[in-house]
């Protein structure tokens, strides 16, 4: 075999390990809806769930309400100040 077979060999083998690796994480993550990026921003941005009415609508909390009004303005200020006029 020539050298240049030999290491790409090696680098499907590497690929193909690594193609499973990640499957499973995704397969582990999937399986676990408690964790993730998605979870964390919806605790951050909503009210916890009722423990008595679990399947009840969460609300906005009012801080991050405020900070999206406040963040919501400033940009519009910013952009009315140096890039419109």
């Known amino acids: 075999m020539k050298p240049e077979e030999l290491e790409s060999g ?3 083998r590497e690929e193909q390990a690594a193609n499973v690796g990640e499957s499973s994480l995704i397969r582990y993550l999937n399986a676990r809806s408690g964790i993730g990026l998605t ?6 941005a909503l009210e916890p769930q009722g423990p008595f ?3 009840a609508p969460r609300t906005f909390r009012k801080g991050f309400v405020i900070a999206v009004l406040f963040s919501a303005a400033f940009a519009a200020w910013f952009v009315w100040f140096n890039l419109i006029r």
């Open 10 to 12: 090696g680098l499907e």
């Open 39 to 44: 979870k964390m921003v919806a605790d951050l």
């Open 53 to 55: 009415k679990p399947d």
